[in-house]
DNA sequence: CATGTTAACTAACAACTGTTAGTTTCGTTT
DNA sequence: AAACGAAACTAACAGTTGTTAGTTAACATG
């Protein structure tokens, strides 16, 4: 159990307080109150606010990308590999609610990072949508508009951050089990 | 074609700015900028920043409200109320691109109007939830968690006002064709 | 004990925030 | 021509913003 630096810890409050009311509305000053102490304290741990904010996204996006390439390096079938991304949502997002807030929400507020995140993402799309046609190709995965498919279960997994603290004592195997089965199979009977 | 006032001008200029930066990132001076005035000349036509924000987000909000509640009170099975609400979903969302970016980021940004917001909105899962129960009950909708069905139904639709305007030409009923089928019946071929 | 480090503090800054008051411009109606 | 209303303007406000500078207290290391 290695010790919270006193960055992180700054860090994962302002996380927390991004999550309720967004980047742009939380002030430093109440930053400085969530941590019991003055705004102009922050500034021996961290640089300015922007950085907060580039800390918490890139770290994620990276941990995303990183579990991708993972995933496209094995050599499982595609409706596998679309389960092991489920499990690679559900176990960032549960980690980390806090922060999957600012990754969805606040990327747009990055600067002079905002154009490695964006890379990060549209390779990550990228690698997502040729899972998908792989499985089309294959005969795995059903014909219809692959674009439509990776929209309706990416953003459902992006957004599991809004939904998991709702659900007091849940079972992650459980979740991303019931996830697999309503995003392929569908809910009809 | 009736006349778009200047007031319903402001508030549309407003949601596209709120949509790229958030509500609290967009000053009084931005929307100015945007609109080609001063910033003091907007208070001609709005009463506060406040408020356009409450006209964008409560219009939108009972514009669902009154669609589920047609369609609660329609007596199609399960699966076909699925699909209104499909429907609903992606012309409400086609037609209010911008607005329905503050109505899923910046709802928390309400003052006064917060509470009548929310209730507008448990209301409203919860009659989405019941659709589900009785399509269990009945035997349309296969027997797993609908807390999660609805979830993935939901984020799925709430997040089209993202991914619309990235495909260029859409046709409207083609999309919500296609998404009934990935939504109910999956991916799994 | 002396020294250095860590992490808090107070005070202040220049810029920006939403908003108000009062004024001007200009086309339309009396 | 006079009066009116709509919609723009300038100027200013009080409060808030992120951030810096310089200082102090507590504690660990030589």
Known sequence: MKQES???EIVRVAAKLFKEKGYSAVTMRDLAKAMGIKAASLYNHIKSKQDILKTIIISLAEEFTEGMQQIQASNENCIDKLN?????????????????????????????????????????????????NAGIASG?????????????????????YI??????DINLNDLSNTLSQILINGINK
């Open 84 to 132: 092991k991304i489920i499990e690679l949502h559900v176990k960032i997002s549960s980690q980390n609610i806090y922060g999957m807030a600012s990754l969805n929400n606040d990327w747009m507020h990055l600067e002079e990072k905002l154009d490695y995140y964006q890379k990060l993402r549209s390779d990550y799309e990228n690698d997502f949508r040729s899972i998908l």
């Open 140 to 160: 795995e995965i059903v014909n219809v508009k692959p674009d439509v498919m990776m929209f309706s279960i990416l953003t459902t997994l992006r957004s599991l």
């Open 6 to 8: 006193r960055k992180e």
């Open 163 to 168: 939904w998991i603290p709702k659900k007091e």
